[in-house]
C-alpha cells in the first residue's frame, strides 16, 4: 500500500476533560484486528456528539477515534466472509465508544462487525443512514413483530427531525401508516411533513408529567426522547398499544406508573442496536434499501463537514441546530 499516513481525529483526557485533535497517524498506530477499512464516510449521531464534546460519559478508553459508524472498503482482512476490495459498513459493536471509530481515513476492526453494503446502496448514502436511521428501521421491524400494522392506528414518532425520527417517518410513510411527528421546534414542521408525517404533535404538555391515564391517541409509538415525553407517550397509548423506545435525548429516567401495562395493556419494547447479532443486521439493512425512499436522503442529510469540523458541529448538533442527519466526509 502506497499510502504510509493518514488523518483521524483523537480524543485525550486531560484534567477530565476531552480534548479533541486531528493528528497524523500511522498504519502501526490502529488497533491490532484482522480487518483494514478504507473509510469514505461517517456520520455524527448523538451518541458521537456528546463523546467529541466530553458532555456525556461515552468514551471507556483513552486516546479514541470516535465514530459509531463507517463506511468504506476492504483493503486487507484476514476474516474468510470478507473480500478485498468489498464495500463494507459498521454500526454499533461499542466501536467510537470502547473501540477505534470512524473519525478516520483508515481503520482496522474485527471482520465480524462488518456488513457486506447491500446492492443499490453506495458508502455515501449508507452513512446518510447511520446508526441512526439503522435504528429507526429496528424500531419499525419491532412495531410490526409485534402485530402493529398500518389498520392498527396512528403511530407517534418523537423527535421526529433527529436522525432516528427521522428515517422512521420516512419508512412508516411509505409503509402506509399514518404517521404523526413530534418536534418541538415550529421551523421543523414542514421537513417532517415533507417526510411523510400526516400531522405534527407539539404542545407544552410534552415538558410536564402526565397523569398516569391520558386520552387514548395512538396504536404505536417511536420514542427517540425518554423521560416525560416517553412517560405521556405510555399514557396516551390505545388499548394494546406498542411503544419501541431506543433514546434518551431527553433524559434517562421514566416518571411515569405501571397503570398503562396493567389497564391498557401496554408493550413497551426496548431497541438496541449495539450488540444485534450479525444476520438481523444483514436482514435490517437489506430491508432498508427496499423501504426507505432513497430520494428523501438528500433532505434527510442537513450538513456536509470534515473531520476538523465535526467538533463544532457536534456541539450544534447537542444545541439543537440540526435537523436530520450530519454526514462526515472523512477525507
Not at 484482522?34 to 451518541?47: A, E, G, M, R, Y
Not at 405534527?200 to 397523569?211: F, S, T
Not at 401496554?266 to 427496499?290: F, H, T, Y
Amino acid at each position: 500500500m502506497s499510502v504510509q499516513t493518514f488523518n483521524a481525529m483523537l480524543l485525550r483526557e486531560e484534567d477530565r476533560k476531552t480534548k479533541a485533535t486531528i493528528e497524523t497517524l500511522s498504519f502501526d498506530a490502529l488497533p491490532n484486528e484482522d480487518t483494514l477499512v478504507k473509510i469514505d464516510f461517517s456520520t455524527i449521531n448523538f451518541k458521537d456528539a456528546l463523546a467529541v464534546t466530553g458532555t456525556g460519559k461515552i468514551v471507556k478508553t483513552w486516546p479514541l477515534v470516535p465514530g459509531v459508524d463507517f463506511a468504506g472498503t476492504v483493503v486487507e482482512t484476514a476474516n474468510p466472509n470478507l473480500d478485498v476490495g468489498q464495500k463494507v459498513v459498521l454500526t454499533g459493536w461499542s466501536v467510537g465508544e470502547k473501540y477505534w471509530g470512524g473519525y478516520s481515513q483508515y481503520q482496522r476492526v474485527r471482520g465480524d462487525w462488518l456488513v457486506p453494503l447491500p446492492a443499490g446502496l453506495s458508502t455515501r448514502q449508507a452513512m446518510m443512514i447511520g446508526t441512526a436511521g439503522f435504528t429507526g428501521m429496528l424500531c419499525v421491524n419491532a412495531l410490526e413483530a409485534a402485530g402493529i400494522t398500518p389498520q392498527s392506528g396512528p403511530v407517534l414518532v418523537t423527535g421526529a427531525a433527529g436522525g432516528v425520527g427521522s428515517v422512521a417517518v420516512a419508512i412508516l410513510s411509505k409503509l402506509g401508516y399514518h404517521v404523526s411527528a413530534l418536534t418541538g421546534n415550529p421551523a421543523k414542521h414542514d421537513y417532517v411533513k415533507r417526510l411523510g408525517a400526516q400531522e405534527v404533535i407539539d404542545g407544552p404538555e410534552w415538558a410536564e408529567p402526565p397523569r398516569a391515564l391520558e386520552a387514548q391517541r395512538w396504536a404505536a409509538a417511536i420514542d427517540t426522547v425518554g423521560s416525560k415525553v416517553l412517560a405521556r407517550v405510555l399514557a396516551e397509548m390505545n388499548y394494546g398499544g406498542v411503544v419501541a423506545a431506543c433514546g434518551l435525548a431527553g433524559g434517562a429516567d421514566l416518571p411515569t406508573t405501571v397503570m398503562p401495562f396493567i389497564l391498557r395493556g401496554v408493550k413497551l419494547i426496548g431497541v438496541d442496536s449495539v450488540m444485534l447479532p450479525s444476520k438481523e443486521r444483514i436482514n435490517a439493512w437489506q430491508r432498508i434499501v427496499r423501504d426507505l425512499p432513497l430520494s428523501v436522503l438528500d433532505g434527510i442529510t442537513s450538513k456536509t463537514v470534515a473531520l476538523a469540523e465535526v467538533r463544532d458541529a457536534a456541539a450544534d448538533m447537542l444545541a439543537g441546530k440540526f435537523q436530520g442527519r450530519v454526514l462526515v466526509d472523512v477525507n
